[in-house]
């Protein structure tokens, strides 16, 4: 009898759990669809404000950089607010530049609604994994971080390939007022269903910037770093690589995308992160020097696109649960300095690529990218150690 009556409250307890991260989810997919999104619409945003192929690749630059420059402050400025609060405060002012983005007429202030969304972005992922893994049991953060994150990969497989074709069905900033959107219904969420949890937020710089006196704390970032450069000096200029349909390839690449950081936060409870970082860095390396062949013929590029998804976002979850247990005692700044890593990634990403692609062409971005992805690979083999065999990974709450 009491096997019976314990496995539906499990249920809902799983059920009560996910109802309050998918808020989260939403949040991100919104963000990461604004954030991702250009890389399918250069042609339109450069036809319509008479620049560059390689300046619109710039505004997905100048995201990243505003995101990477300004997590650590804002995260400083808003430590004595509630997480709740500063999850809407942070989805207001994403949709704040994405309506701005999408109304501007000329390209600096494109730009400068590109940094007004970034410091949404800046300020709602890292908080959100934060509660996220506030919020989870240690044997199930991989799962729930995975989860909060997978918004960013889902969008990589619906809102990015929706919103390119929207943008050239209809018009690029159209596809602005969809993101705005979105990021209304990540607030409508937050508001309605996430709850109010304690997390330890240092406030200073001083703290915010304390992990990384660690080195094993460099090493985690400095994987992040290159990983994103290299898997973003191609996907930004995407469109000049291949001669196919480009949202069916962006498709793919999303849909595998999903899968690889679903399984990937499962794969990491079960065989540890380190694993998942390396081999998720080897197939990613390989994928990105085989786009030559991918572009051969559609059925090939789509194929190659989900399983570069698939296989290279394996190491997401991975990179996040690795972050929380080089620093326990200070989860919600380490997730922040991940994040911020990333988007240095995604900066270097758009001046190198762009740099290849106005120099080389295609070649260069695929030459560039690969480089990328063996020096990641490399460097993480040689600062990843292994855990002692005898020593068991736990993260405390």
Not at 216 to 234: K, W
């Amino acid at each position: 009898m009491r096997q019976f009556d314990e496995r539906p409250t499990f249920c809902r307890w799983r059920l009560l759990l996910g109802s309050r991260l998918y808020p989260l989810a939403v949040g991100n997919f919104a963000i990461g669809t604004g954030m991702f999104v250009t890389a399918g619409l250069l042609a339109p945003i450069s036809a319509d404000l008479d620049i560059s192929t390689s300046a619109a690749g710039q505004l997905m630059t100048v995201f990243a950089l505003a995101y990477a420059v300004l997590s650590p402050v804002l995260a400083a400025v808003t430590a004595r607010l509630s997480r709740k609060t500063l999850l809407l405060l942070a989805m207001g002012v994403f949709v704040a530049g994405s309506v701005l983005t999408a109304l501007a007429p000329t390209y600096p202030l494109v730009l400068v609604g590109r940094v007004i969304a970034a410091a949404g972005a800046a300020m709602f992922t890292p908080t959100a994994s934060g509660v996220a893994n506030a919020l989870t049991a240690p044997e199930r953060r991989g799962r729930a971080l995975a989860l909060v994150m997978g918004g960013l990969t889902v969008s990589s497989a619906i809102g990015v390939p929706l919103g390119t074709w929207l943008g050239g069905a209809v018009s690029w900033r159209a596809t602005l007022w969809m993101v705005a959107a979105m990021g209304v219904a990540g607030f409508v969420g937050v508001a309605a269903m996430v709850p109010k949890v304690a997390v330890q937020t240092p406030g200073g710089l001083r703290e915010r910037f304390a992990p990384l006196g660690d080195r094993r704390m460099l090493a985690v970032l400095g994987t992040q770093l290159l990983m994103f450069a290299a898997v973003f000096s191609a996907y930004t200029y995407i469109g000049s690589l291949f001669d196919l349909p480009l949202t069916a390839v962006l498709w793919a690449w999303g849909i595998g995308g999903v899968v690889g950081a679903q399984l990937g936060g499962r794969l990491t409870d079960a065989y540890g992160p380190r694993r998942m970082v390396l081999v998720g860095m080897v197939f990613s390396t390989v994928f990105l020097a085989l786009i030559p062949v991918a572009n051969l013929a559609l059925p090939v590029a789509l194929v190659w696109a989900f399983l570069w998804g698939g296989l290279g976002w394996l190491v997401a979850p991975a990179q996040q649960f690795r972050t929380v247990a080089e620093v326990p005692g200070n989860v919600p700044i380490g997730l922040g300095l991940l994040s911020s890593a990333q988007y240095v990634g995604l900066f270097v990403a758009g001046i190198a690529g762009g740099a290849a692609l106005d120099a080389y062409g295609r070649t260069g971005v695929i030459v560039i990218s690969t480089a990328f992805a063996l020096l990641g690979f490399l460097f993480t083999l040689s600062t990843y150690r292994a855990a002692p065999a005898t020593a068991k990974q736990t993260v405390p709450a």
